[in-house]
């Protein structure tokens, strides 16, 4: 049995839908440690943890660093959140 064109194009274009959709479950799912450098000071390792999403707006905005392998806060989470002007 011989595929025409137009239905392996849309096998092709419904796989790559189907890991499209995959991938954005992975990433919504997923949640990263972030540790907080003041409590170190005092011998106390304290770290929350924030999703994917808040990730990549804080690495956008200069709020995570990466040190030794781990993640750590720029600022002080328990402020509240209000704009921030970008870094660009």
Do not use: N, W
């Not at 499209?20 to 992975?26: C, H, P, Q, R, S």
């Not at 806060?73 to 209000?82: E, F, L, M």
């Amino acid at each position: 049995m011989k595929l025409s064109r137009t239905i392996k194009e849309r096998l092709a274009a419904a796989a790559l839908i189907a890991v499209a959709v995959v991938l954005l479950l992975i990433g919504a799912l997923r949640t990263h440690k972030i540790y907080d450098p003041v409590t170190e000071e005092f011998g106390i390792v304290a770290f929350q943890r924030i999703s994917e999403r808040e990730l990549v707006e804080d690495a956008t905005f200069g709020g995570v660093r990466l040190d030794k392998g781990q993640l750590y806060t720029t600022y002080d989470r328990t402020q509240p959140r209000g704009k921030r002007t970008c870094p660009t």
